[in-house]
């Protein structure tokens, strides 16, 4: 009776804090709440003014190495910058932002002459993907995931190694689709990662906003790039299968 009783009590505690967490943040104090939704202010700032890149792409064909090259340099300014020259610095992710979005811009304008419902599904996927695994984060002990960062920097060296082999020796399609899942399984990691290490640093005192918010908008570009890529294939694919059936 004893064992029972034991166990039954176990689950109650385990139900209950599960609810509790669920139910509120208390382990995330005021201070790093307040972080958080500056975070994520600066983040949909950025994501609008990635989508006038991409809007400029498709209007006058901006977008390319140069824009690319472009982004990572306004990207390395803003990391060099003070951070006390805030406005300069918002001003710096938001530029980044929208080079971003025409860079990826010749990929979205794809998706719209193919289908505009995968543009659409492809970023109501990544923000539910996003949404799910950054409260998870939030929810769970602090430092619980911290420890796959250093699994997620191999991934991320694979793909780099996978990548650069395929340029120089050819890669084949079952290769290429290792590298797209794959990169999205690690790019997903990373948003869980980022998340609880911006919640870390907040509670240990980094309010650093805008480059938190540059971390985890480069997490959903690089997530939302691949899932875009994904929904494209499998779509390229059914319509030749339709084509060899009417045949």
Not at 213 to 241: G, P
Request: aromatic share 12%; proline share 2%.
């Amino acid at each position: 009776m004893d064992s029972f009783s034991s166990f039954f009590d176990s689950q109650s505690r385990r139900n209950s804090w599960t609810y509790d967490s669920l139910k509120n943040f208390r382990q995330i104090s005021p201070v790093v709440q307040t972080h958080l939704k500056q975070v994520y202010l600066s983040l949909c700032c950025a994501l609008l003014a990635s989508a006038v890149g991409a809007y400029l792409h498709i209007l006058w064909n901006v977008g390319g190495l140069l824009t690319t090259f472009a982004s990572v340099g306004c990207m390395a300014w803003l990391l060099a910058t003070p951070p006390h020259k805030e406005q300069m610095r918002l001003s710096l992710l938001m530029a980044s932002s929208v080079l971003q979005g025409a860079s990826i811009g010749p990929l979205i304008e794809l998706a719209i002459e193919v289908d505009p419902s995968i543009l659409v599904s492809a970023f109501v996927g990544t923000a539910i993907a996003f949404a799910c695994f950054s409260g998870a984060a939030m929810l769970a002990r602090r430092r619980e995931y911290l420890y796959l960062g250093g699994l997620l920097s191999s991934g991320v060296s694979i793909l780099f190694w996978l990548h650069f082999a395929s340029s120089i020796f050819g890669g084949s399609l079952a290769m290429f689709k290792f590298e797209l899942y794959f990169g999205l399984l690690v790019f997903v990691g990373y948003m869980v990662v980022d998340t609880q290490e911006i919640i870390e640093k907040a509670h240990l005192g980094d309010l650093d906003y805008v480059k938190h918010a540059l971390t985890l908008f480069t997490d959903f570009v690089a997530v939302f790039v691949r899932i875009l890529i994904i929904m494209l294939k499998n779509s390229a694919e059914r319509e030749e299968r339709r084509k060899k059936r009417r045949d």
